[in-house]
């Protein structure tokens, strides 16, 4: 797929209407952004199959696909899921700005457009769009286990690596040619339902050992939760710790628990220690593995159990 150069602005407008292509063509072209069309939503996604815009501008009535059921269909594909996407509907059509947001939309202009005010907020959210691919690509390089979900568990992005988490539970499974499983987004659902963040589920995996669990470590944006997996196999990965570090048993469980990301109450219940043991623990483990933050003892633990 073509990815617009950096420099670029870049916004796909979707409309039927030549006459508004043209109008909303020349304000654009005349801010210096450049500007794909589109009249129908087929012919948007044939298109976003070789371009990514910076943003788009999407017509909410057409014939035949109209703009939400395009907006839907975006939205589930991994390469585009991020673009910002602003809803055109005419003023008459408030049952349109509900449906817009329930599809993914982030904004809405009425029409007839005001022309300076979808500049500003054309701008605005092209802008933020780009915060987010920046920190869904950096999450990425990091190889973490995350995915978002919106506040009802359909999926809107996932890494790489919790791509694989979940096809050891449902092998079949590919990111953005369906929804989450059935198996893991019962579980996100109840996580949702309780609000919050800190609460966690766990799911067997499938033909073999260990846990996927899924803990909502965060609710990022309007619509937007962060959700960590951990993959637990405690006894296969205590194992490899014991192996590989010079550790006594009780330091490689704690540590073990610390890569699963869990606190140190958490630790001290699990192992029924106290917390302040827990602590002891973990300098004593700082200096072995010569490391001095919780972070990087964590990240050594990982690299040892994924060889």
């Known amino acids: 797929m073509l990815q617009i150069p950096a420099h670029s602005d870049t916004v796909l407008v979707v409309d039927d209407e030549p006459d508004a292509l043209r109008m909303l063509t020349t304000v654009l072209?005349?801010?210096e952004m450049s500007v794909l069309v589109a009249t129908s939503g087929e012919a948007a996604l044939e298109l976003l199959g070789n371009i990514v815009p910076d943003l788009i501008l999407m017509d909410a009535v057409m014939p035949g696909m109209d703009g939400f059921e395009t907006t839907q269909k975006i939205k589930a594909r991994p390469e585009t899921a991020n673009i910002p996407v602003i809803f055109m509907t005419g003023l008459t059509e408030s049952e349109h700005?509900?449906?817009?947001f329930?599809?993914?939309?982030v904004d809405y202009v009425r029409k007839p457009v005001d022309l300076m005010e979808l500049l500003a907020r054309v701008r605005v959210h092209m802008a933020q769009g780009r915060a987010v691919q920046a920190?869904?690509?950096?999450?990425?390089?990091?190889d973490r286990l995350i995915l978002a979900t919106d506040s009802r568990g359909n999926l809107l992005w996932c890494t790489p690596r919790a791509e694989q988490a979940i096809n050891r539970v449902s092998p079949s499974w590919r990111r953005g040619e369906e929804p989450l499983p059935?198996?893991?987004?019962?579980h996100i659902e109840r996580l949702l339902a309780l609000e919050g963040t800190g609460g966690s589920a766990r799911v067997k995996r499938t033909g073999g050992s260990g846990e996927l669990e899924m803990m909502v470590v965060a609710h990022y944006r309007e619509n937007e939760v962060l959700i960590r997996l951990n993959e637990?196999?405690?006894d296969d990965d205590l194992a490899r710790l014991q192996d590989r570090l010079p550790l006594t048993n009780r330091e490689a469980q704690v540590l073990l628990w610390v890569s699963y990301g869990k606190s140190n109450r958490v630790i001290s219940d699990v192992l029924q220690i106290s917390p302040r043991t827990v602590t002891k623990h973990l300098e004593r483990i700082f200096d072995k593995?010569?490391?001095e933050t919780r972070s990087a003892a964590a990240a050594v633990a990982i690299r040892v159990i994924d060889q």
């Open 29 to 31: 072209e005349r801010a």
């Open 97 to 100: 700005v509900v449906e817009a």
């Open 102 to 105: 329930e599809v993914g939309g």
């Open 135 to 142: 920190s869904v690509t950096s999450l990425d390089a990091t």
């Open 182 to 186: 059935p198996e893991i987004r019962s």
């Open 232 to 234: 637990l196999d405690p």
């Open 289 to 291: 593995i010569g490391v």
